[in-house]
């Protein structure tokens, strides 16, 4: 069995980018990933910057155009297999941003849904989604991740 497998049987690393919107969204998952009250890490979900450690990565928001190559970077520097999770109405279908889209799914300036830029395993709706809407997400993400040999 490799090392990275044996790490993620001991701990999974969830990567957050935040590409666009309210914060709405980003403050929820804050509160699921990082409060005392959730407190993910006594499961052993630890949240982490660099998306060479990273297994699941969560995205919030719409994609702004300043954030799509970064984005794609991101998703390409995290190792195989990942999860991808997108988080809250604007990732998943555009919500109040739909009418800058447009019907090719992307314009110069604002690109939704998330899938549009990157592949996404699990969408968790909603604006802004619950803490426990947020772990639950990461949770669906988890069989991709764990039945890598």
């Given at each position: ?25 980003d403050i929820e998952i804050v509160n ?12 052993r979900v630890l949240l982490t910057w660099?998306?060479?450690e990273a297994d699941v990565l969560i ?91």
């Open positions: 069995m490799n090392l990275k497998a044996t790490s993620r049987k001991n701990a999974i690393h969830v990567m957050v980018a935040y590409t666009g919107g309210c914060n709405g969204c699921a990933v990082l409060s005392p009250r959730y407190d993910v890490e006594q499961y660099n998306p060479r995205v919030s928001g719409v994609v702004a155009w300043q954030m799509v190559e970064p984005l794609k970077k991101i998703y390409d520097s995290i190792p195989e297999p990942k999860g991808v999770v997108a988080v809250g109405a604007c990732a998943v279908n555009g919500n109040v941003y739909k009418n800058l889209v447009g019907d090719i799914g992307q314009n110069e300036e604002i690109w939704a849904p998330v899938e549009t830029v990157i592949p996404v395993d699990v969408k968790v709706p909603g604006c802004a989604p619950r803490p426990e809407d947020v772990i639950a997400g990461v949770v669906k993400a988890l069989p991709k991740i764990l039945e890598a040999p």
